[in-house]
């Protein structure tokens, strides 16, 4: 049945509250939760919701949590931290986990035999990353193999000038050590640093391979066995891609990490409503298939911190009002391809 009662977990967070302002501004009035009591009970006050804190180190007192909740929007990010445990918990207590997260680890663990297995038991939805990364991107990919079903690669990418917010740079700061990953086969494999040109809507822009989560996400909409995701980059920033090699296992040590991550909670406070209204993301994909035939698709969204206040909310409304298929999914299959175009401050996919 529809779901009644839903809550948005890390609220007091930069995107969470933009998603729990968006909901209130909606007529919704979810459950805020956080870590902290007191941040979370001041931004409740402020909007007129109920509100509870607990910690994610235990799923079982995650799923007390969860009892009188049928959806949760996971917002506490970096995501490699914190997924599990609320996944886990959902799965106990029987709740649809959403999370905004764009972590390519993360995706694969909610789309596993065992989660997806698990949630059709437990009769919940798993649908991570229903913000910015990866709805848009994930729809055009959709799009993609609908026009051209033999497809066997698939190239993704988006272009715009987007202030970070603190949970963006630290899952950033994760991924500095890791290499460069894609979609290969089937598997996900770290690869040497792709370059090519690609036309975002004004002209080929120099890009680089990037492990964005939609080499996971798209794997899952569309069965294409070699996706590769693109960044607009500069000579200087391929050049410290292609040659960082060496200091990788540096970067992954827990004091480095600790030093980069302090460092942006000193100085990253994400961008400001006015930022967000004059930035606009552009967003591409490519699929080929083994006859040479190439069909290509462009749209324009919103900031994408904006998508990641719109779009969870919007599947929140969708949920209310309909009964879905359980079991793990993504944002494209769940909602449709034409889902990200349907959100204010978005073109339609232009498919070429």
């Not at 009644?4 to 890390?10: F, V």
């Not at 437990?122 to 990919?141: K, L, Q």
């Not at 698709?297 to 298929?325: C, F, K, S, W």
Request: net charge negative; with cysteine.
């Amino acid at each position: 049945m529809p779901i009644q009662s839903w809550m948005i977990y890390g609220a007091y967070g930069y995107s969470g509250r933009l998603v729990a302002e968006h909901a209130r501004e909606n007529g919704l009035t979810p459950l805020l939760a956080g870590r902290n009591a007191a941040k979370t009970q001041a931004l409740a006050d402020q909007l007129g919701c109920a509100w509870r804190a607990f910690g994610l180190e235990d799923s079982g007192e995650i799923a007390r949590n969860l009892n009188d909740v049928d959806a949760v929007i996971h917002c506490a990010g970096p995501f490699s931290a914190t997924s599990k445990a609320m996944l886990e918990g959902c799965l106990w207590s029987g709740t649809h986990y959403f999370d905004i997260t764009g972590e390519m680890l993360v995706f694969e663990h909610a789309h596993s035999e065992r989660v997806d297995s698990a949630a059709e038991e437990a009769r919940i939805i798993v649908c991570p990353g229903v913000g910015f990364d990866v709805v848009p991107t994930d729809c055009i990919a959709k799009a993609l193999v609908d026009a051209l079903p033999d497809a066997t690669d698939l190239d993704l990418g988006f272009h715009g000038n987007m202030t970070l917010s603190p949970g963006t740079a630290k899952t950033m700061i994760e991924s500095l050590g890791e290499g460069t990953f894609a979609r290969r086969d089937g598997v996900l494999k770290n690869i040497p640093v792709q370059v090519r040109d690609i036309d975002f809507g004004k002209g080929p822009r120099q890009s680089m391979s990037v492990s964005w989560g939609d080499i996971s996400t798209a794997y899952y909409t569309t069965g294409i066995k070699n996706i590769t995701v693109y960044w607009p980059a500069n000579d200087v920033m391929i050049i410290g891609m292609k040659y960082s090699g060496p200091f990788r296992p540096l970067l992954r040590l827990g004091p480095v990490q600790k030093i980069l991550k302090n460092r942006v909670d000193r100085k990253v406070h994400g961008p400001s409503p006015e930022q967000r209204d004059q930035q606009s993301v552009r967003v591409w994909g490519e699929v080929r298939d083994a006859a040479g035939q190439c069909v290509t698709a462009r749209m324009t969204t919103a900031n994408g911190y904006t998508v990641t206040q719109l779009a969870p909310v919007a599947i929140i409304e969708h949920l209310l009002a309909h009964d879905l298929a359980a079991g793990s999914t993504t944002p494209a299959l769940l909602m449709g391809k034409d889902f990200a175009s349907q959100l204010p401050g978005s073109s339609g996919i232009s498919i070429t």
